[in-house]
């Protein structure tokens, strides 16, 4: 395993993290989901990151449980806070009081004192910027939360942060969390040169575009399976827009290109995903083992410029790359 720095902060985690979005407490038996965290530790990975609502809840409560009796001081722990956790209004959101009250249920699923980083799952637009900050500044303070990050936001919301971070001599975000793979670049423009510039290290999800970079997934074919692509729990629903003919054939021309470096086509993707220098780690998921084991492999991986380009040729008609593509709701779901 390697091993980055997140952002310019002096935290390093591995570069590929491991996390539950869509697997633990919903498509997979809790047994299953151990045992896959058992494999990412026994590859070296050290970066595990959740939300509180994945799975409402249920995931936070299985990783913590997974993850007992290992080293704290030898884990980075991630979770999140923004979408609804319960039925009442503050329930949800970036507020003082939703903050507050998530972060307690957090470290009691996780079953830990604090967590590495902290997240704004999205933009709050019905709370003041400015109590949102400070509230992460006072769990901070309070030693629940060691860095700050954000997961979907754009680059003026980030800036702007950054602006009052500095103003209220409050602690600053160190990370984004954003969708970004072979075929969906909205950070490129925007968000990256941003972060370089202010030492925010990118912690991406989905590298392997909810795996229809992994190459099963043909065009004019039904899907396997048990696949994602035939999960009605969620999975289904995003990896839907990269399943259009004319994108999983241009995938499958990547094949090549795989099999010449000894990859496979996962190994490949999230390979791609780290050879921007703004990326920390790339999330990965699993719900049996030797798909994380085949994963992490992708660690460490240098692909060099002819292959990018290569790739690039390949791939360029059906890349998205607008930056409004990134959204958050414009009022509390």
Partial sequence: MEFRRLGRSGLKISEIAYGNWLTHGSQVEE?????????????????????????????????????????????????????P?????????????????????????LQTDYVDLYQAHRFDYETPLEETLRAFDDLVRQGKVLYIGVSEWRAEEIERALKIADEMGLDRIVSSQPQYNMLWRVIES??????????????VWSPIAQGALTGKYLPG???????RATDEKGGANMIARYL???????????????????????????????????VSAA?????????????????GVKLE????????????????????????PASRP
């Avoid at 956790?85 to 699923?109: A, Y």
């Avoid at 040169?193 to 925010?200: D, K």
């Avoid at 990018?308 to 390949?314: C, N, Q, T």
């Fill in 31 to 83: 047994d299953a989901a151990r045992a896959c965290v058992a494999a990412a530790l026994d590859e070296g990975v050290t970066t595990f990151d959740t939300a509180d609502v994945y799975a409402g809840t249920r995931a936070e409560d299985v990783l913590g449980r997974a993850l007992k009796g290992q080293r704290r001081e030898g884990l980075e722990i991630f979770t999140k806070v923004y979408w």
């Fill in 85 to 109: 956790t319960g039925p009442g209004q503050n329930d949800r959101g970036l507020s003082r009081k939703h903050i507050f009250e998530s972060i307690h249920g957090s470290l009691k699923r």
């Fill in 190 to 203: 925007e968000v990256v040169p941003l972060c370089e510039r202010e030492g925010i290290g990118q912690i």
């Fill in 221 to 227: 074919q039904a899907a396997p399976a048990g696949s």
């Fill in 244 to 278: 259009d003919d004319e994108v999983l054939r241009r995938v499958q021309e990547l094949r090549p290109i795989a099999d010449e470096l000894g990859l496979s086509m996962a190994q490949l993707a999230i390979a791609w995903t780290l050879q921007n220098p703004n």
């Fill in 283 to 299: 999330i990965v998921g699993a719900s049996r083992p030797e798909q994380v084991r085949d994963n992490v492999k992708a660690a």
């Fill in 305 to 328: 410029p002819d292959v990018l380009a290569r790739i690039d040729e390949i791939i360029a008609p059906v890349v998205e790359r607008d930056p409004s593509r990134t959204v958050s």
